[in-house]
């Protein structure tokens, strides 16, 4: 294990030495890893997934389910937080030592908005791959259109110049 | 005594200072408004910005207040609590409405870009699926990309053989004087 403050190099470096000449003498790389690792002396996941709210102990306060409409429920989180604020200065400036429950509703509703947004990253991800694929998609065909017509060019050229050639 | 500034048309210095605030003020609001226009973050992090905003704004709506509110008489036991003429009574009725407006434009804010999130077509397996057939068309499109760039390069090399023989001919015929 690599515990001194500058480590040598690791010492496989040795099996690649004729590489260039014939790149099967050589080990593979290793595959990737799957499950948890460590990494200078923590614990990593390669299953990188959003904790869902339960699992941090959370209420959670829009409805489950498999297509969530992200809008309206944001929309009426937010409506919760501005009652929730006005409940608790009502609640400073009649029964002010009772604040604790009004502060933890709120902090409760935050935690509901950060959490419905981070669900929406997933979902954002797949929407920029599908827009990264459609934008490859349509440059490739251009570039197909391209090369069609300079090869026609060409080839019509080409014919031009013989029947000049021929002419003579 | 300043005379009249002959842009801005001040006669005194203190309202020439304020307007010159006044004035960097506009400046960098219309600098911070080309920014976010131009170079925007994306939708969700501004959200999620939005979301952190209006929690800072709470506590300190919350926590101004209750610093800087004067003494109320409780019961009328006790004395009348002793008047404070800072400068809190001039400012501080204001303060609640201050701030509770800008919690109010703030939570509007929130609506507005909610409102602007795009449509969410569909839930995740109609968007796996799509990303599923657009990678078979981006495939298919790739073989016949690559087959029409190796026929083009073979054009290529015959054109260019037929070329260089063309040439050679031509300097063979064209014998020196």
């Known amino acids: 294990m690599a515990t001194a403050t500058y480590p040598p190099p690791p010492p496989f470096y040795r099996l690649y030495k004729d590489y260039l000449q014939n790149p099967k003498s050589a080990p593979e790389p290793p595959p990737p890893i799957e499950g948890t690792y460590v990494c200078f002396g923590v614990n990593y996941t390669t299953d990188d997934v959003l904790p869902s709210l339960e699992d941090q102990g959370v209420r959670q306060l829009y409805p489950k389910g498999p297509n969530i409409d992200f809008k309206k429920e944001l929309r009426s989180l937010n409506r919760e937080l501005q009652l929730h604020i006005l409940e608790l200065a009502d609640v400073l400036v009649e029964r002010p030592s009772q604040y604790a429950r009004q502060v933890e509703e709120i902090s409760l509703i935050f935690k509901n908005l950060h959490h419905l947004l981070n669900s929406l990253r997933p979902h954002q991800a797949r929407a920029t791959l599908i827009h990264i694929l459609e934008l490859q998609i349509q440059r490739r065909k251009e570039a197909l259109e391209d090369i069609k017509r300079r090869r026609e060019e060409a080839r019509r050229l080409l014919k031009e110049s013989l029947g000049t050639l021929d002419g003579q | ?177």
């Open chain 2, 1 to 177: 005594m300043l005379s009249l500034h002959p842009v801005f048309g001040f006669s005194d210095l203190s309202s020439l200072r304020s307007s010159k605030i006044e004035f960097l003020k506009v400046k960098i609001r219309k600098i911070w408004v080309f920014l976010a226009v131009f170079k925007k973050m994306d939708i969700i992090s501004q959200l999620q910005e939005q979301v952190n905003s209006i929690a800072s704004l709470t506590f300190n709506t919350f926590g101004t207040l209750q610093r800087d509110a004067p003494p109320v008489r409780l019961s009328p036991n006790y004395p009348e609590p002793p008047p404070n003429p800072t400068e809190d009574s001039a400012n501080f009725a204001d303060q609640p409405k201050l701030m509770s407006a800008a919690l109010v434009k703030a939570a509007k804010q929130f609506d507005a870009l909610v409102a602007a999130l795009p449509p969410s077509e569909g839930g995740e397996e109609a968007q796996l699926r799509r990303i599923a057939e657009l990678q078979a068309e981006n495939d298919a499109v790739g073989q016949e990309l690559q087959k029409q760039l190796e026929a083009a390069e073979k054009e290529l090399k015959q054109v260019q053989e037929l070329f260089s023989q063309a040439a050679d001919n031509c300097l063979n015929l064209k014998k020196p004087d």
